[in-house]
């Protein structure tokens, strides 16, 4: 069973940074994809960024330019990197991985972005 491990959330001023860290259980080239999404109150989870397999990125329209996807295969890690937070950057953020015909998920870490 792949399990995703996320943490590095917290509280955070508007104009502030945080990095965001997902370990897997296996090795983060072995999936189709890794990503971070996010769900804020009322509202529907969102894709913010993910990767592919070959490296391939993709970010949401509202973080382009401000987080950054990252890999460390060597510590099957996937990051996002935030920067200049804005408070409707607020959400729980989650890690995904596709992989074959399967979603996982990670538990979720809260951001909250205070103005």
């Known amino acids: 069973q792949v399990q995703l491990v996320e943490s590095g959330g917290g509280l955070v001023q508007a104009g502030g940074s945080l990095r965001l860290s997902c370990v897997a259980s296996?090795?983060?080239?072995?999936?189709?994809?890794m990503g971070w999404y996010r769900q804020a109150p009322g509202k529907q989870r969102e894709l913010v960024a993910r990767v592919s397999s070959v490296g391939r990125i993709n970010y949401a329209d509202t973080v382009k330019g401000r987080f950054t996807i990252s890999r460390d295969g060597a510590k099957n890690t996937v990051y996002l990197q935030m920067t200049s937070l804005k408070p409707e950057d607020t959400a729980v953020y989650y890690c995904?991985?596709?992989?074959?015909?399967?979603?996982?998920w990670g538990q979720g870490t809260q951001v909250t972005v205070s103005s």
């Open positions: 296996e090795s983060t080239f072995s999936f189709d994809t």
């Open positions: 995904h991985a596709f992989w074959t015909t399967s979603d996982y």
